[in-house]
């Protein structure tokens, strides 16, 4: 299977489950050429297919763009993160649900799951107004991007106030990996801190722990139980 085909799984992944909605996007770097990359044009991710797919480069302008297409408005996000990590290889950009209200207060995400030990590497808050006041919350060209980039740092994934996330991956499926589990641990943070009430605590995975479980999730054995399950919804669909 190609990478173009993994990346239209990726996006119809995280949009069944919930991660992306109809204006959130992913990308992958060009395996033969590190200063591109690939992502769809401007379309609801549930709706993506191969031919969707749009080359890029670092400069986040599309690359002899097929008649008709509209790249995404917000594609400097990846540009700029690839521009600024060279090991990154997959980019995801969400408006995941459970991660929005960590993004606009002072209770930042941390490790309650192991399964989310990344988040123990530092989950920054991008505040765009740093950049610039007066926006539409969008990063709409290159010196947003660079921002938030610089924001994101050398960390798996940063949050984008009143906005989203960025989530980064040195593969396409722990990009997803990890954009599934950021949403699954705040959804679960929150719950417990509804359950520990005005007196109780949580504990929290330490440096150690967050160390020993990131030093082995690849996400593997979960990317190739959602490609494998997509693969048969796709070619469910194309025989109508």
Same mark, same amino acid.
């Given at each position: 299977?190609?990478?173009?085909?993994?990346?239209?799984?990726?996006?119809?992944?995280?949009?069944?489950?919930?991660?992306?909605?109809?204006?959130?996007?992913?990308?992958?770097?060009?395996?033969?050429?590190?200063?591109?990359?690939?992502?769809?044009?401007?379309?609801?991710?549930?709706?993506?297919?191969?031919?969707?797919?749009?080359?890029?480069?670092?400069?986040?302008?599309?690359?002899?763009?097929?008649?008709?297409?509209?790249?995404?408005?917000?594609?400097?996000?990846?540009?700029?993160?690839?521009?600024?990590?060279?090991?990154?290889?997959?980019?995801?950009?969400?408006?995941?649900?459970?991660?929005?209200?960590?993004?606009?207060?002072?209770?930042?995400?941390?490790?309650?799951?192991?399964?989310?030990?990344?988040?123990?590497?530092?989950?920054?808050?991008?505040?765009?107004?740093?950049?610039?006041?007066?926006?539409?919350?969008?990063?709409?060209?290159?010196?947003?991007?660079?921002?938030?980039?610089?924001?994101?740092?050398?960390?798996?994934?940063?949050?984008?106030?009143?906005?989203?996330?960025?989530?980064?991956?040195?593969?396409?499926?722990?990009?997803?990996?990890?954009?599934?589990?950021?949403?699954?641990?705040?959804?679960?943070?929150?719950?417990?801190?509804?359950?520990?009430?005005?007196?109780?605590?949580?504990?929290?995975?330490?440096?150690?722990? #967050?160390?020993?479980?990131?030093?082995?999730?690849?996400?593997?054995?979960?990317?190739?139980? #959602?490609?494998?399950?997509?693969?048969?919804?796709?070619?469910?669909?194309?025989?109508?």
């Amino acid at each position: 299977m190609s990478l173009l085909q993994d990346l239209v799984i990726a996006y119809r992944v995280l949009a069944d489950h919930g991660i992306i909605d109809a204006y959130g996007h992913i990308s992958v770097r060009s395996p033969t050429n590190p200063d591109r990359f690939f992502m769809a044009r401007s379309i609801a991710p549930e709706l993506v297919t191969e031919a969707d797919m749009m080359e890029l480069g670092m400069d986040s302008e599309p690359i002899d763009p097929p008649k008709g297409f509209s790249p995404v408005l917000e594609r400097f996000i990846h540009g700029e993160v690839y521009k600024a990590r060279p090991e990154v290889m997959a980019v995801v950009h969400n408006h995941s649900p459970s991660v929005i209200p960590f993004c606009c207060t002072n209770t930042g995400l941390k490790p309650i799951f192991h399964m989310s030990a990344f988040i123990g590497q530092g989950v920054p808050n991008w505040e765009i107004r740093d950049a610039r006041e007066g926006t539409d919350m969008l990063v709409r060209d290159s010196q947003l991007g660079d921002s938030l980039a610089k924001k994101l740092g050398g960390h798996p994934a940063a949050l984008m106030r009143g906005h989203g996330a960025v989530v980064v991956g040195e593969t396409l499926g722990v990009a997803v990996g990890r954009s599934v589990y950021l949403e699954q641990n705040a959804r679960m943070q929150f719950q417990a801190e509804m359950l520990k009430g005005p007196n109780g605590s949580i504990t929290f995975m330490d440096d150690k722990e #967050v160390a020993a479980n990131v030093a082995w999730q690849e996400y593997g054995r979960f990317w190739n139980l #959602v490609r494998t399950k997509m693969i048969k919804q796709l070619e469910a669909e194309k025989q109508g």
